[in-house]
């Protein structure tokens, strides 16, 4: 198993993270043949070296050709589905789009099939996200990490007008991320940017531990050199046979609330970007029945989901400690059904086999929908998504 950490120092873009992967070591020619699977006429890929600061690295930029249209969120859809990509990078590429499409119908009030990409061009922002993920895919990355992301400060022109840096989108897309002041007066995460690592990244923290194996640099378009316009990517092997993380525990007791309560404060540990929240019955002093608080999160957020905890609950203090998470690669995979495309989540246990767990969201509205039993979708989704899993391994093992 090969994993990747953005170390985002001076903030991420699709071009910045297009040239990291190629200075890692992707082949720009297999990079663009990959793409050509798109049939999307009017570009072509300038690949150079170029400094910022006392950096060197690699700058991807794609170049337009003539006039091309404006593509709406609808086209790029059209585009990616019907193209001859292999269904894993479709998919993933659409998760993509469909998350900075309804970033941006969000913030500029419009309907979801109506998004333009404009400011960017769509050209640019579709050979950004299908070549960032089709470069992972060369690069034999199957997990992902990034550093907390640094935003900028300051104003800057659209065709919406003068907007706030960061802009909407971003910061939109990026509720749940840790962030912090990137100490400069311009954009430093674009939307694209935010939209590729929040759709494709298992966690923001710390450097996992690894054998490093690449490194690649990746320059961004703006001249700047303090911070550097720079993305580091760090591919590697995990030292382990199983990733390790090290991660905080959360706890406190509580008496004396709301039973009704706790579902929101779950809910909003969750939206804080908790990885996981359980409630156990206890008994207190007194022989008072009460309920155990655990959340489990990465370390950045300890502030914030104390803050939420507080707010949230009517306890007085919370404690930390220390653990060490051992986990299986996962991912998500999706599956068409009688009752449309469900998310699964794929995990690869030791024995070279795959687990499929189907999202119960999804099922439970097909379910209501359809008028046929859970347990029934249920299982029909999985058994799909077992057969996609062996095609597909089947298929990498070739």
Known sequence: MRLAYVDAFSGASGDMMLGALIDAGVSTAALTEALEALELPGWCLDVRRESRGAITGTRAEVREMGSPPLRRFRDIHHLISTSSLPDTIRETALRIFDRLARAEARVHGMALEEVHFHEIGAVDTVVDVVGVVVGLDLLGVQRLYASPLPLGRGRIMSSHGMLPVPAPATVALLEGVPVRDGGVDRELVTPTGAAI??????????L???????????????????????LRLMVGEPQAVFARRRLLMMET????????????????????????????????????????????LDPSLKDRMAARVFCESSTLGVRFYEVDRVELPRAFMDVDTPWGVIRVKTAALPDGSVRCQPEYEPCREAALRSGLPLPQIYEEVRRRSQEKAAKKS????R
Not at 197 to 206: H, N
Not at 394 to 397: F, I, K, L
């Open 253 to 296: 007791q509580i008496d004396d609330m709301n039973p009704e309560f706790y579902e929101h404060l779950m809910a909003s540990c969750f939206a804080e970007g908790a990885l996981d929240v359980v409630l156990v019955p206890v008994y207190m002093k007194k022989n008072r029945p009460g309920t155990l608080v655990r959340i489990l």
């Open 197 to 206: 690592l929040t759709g494709l990244c298992e966690g923001f923290g710390p």
């Open 208 to 230: 996992p531990d690894m054998v490093l194996s690449a490194v690649g640099y990746g320059v961004g378009a703006h001249p700047a050199d303090n911070p550097p316009n720079v």
């Open 394 to 397: 089947g298929e990498s093992s």
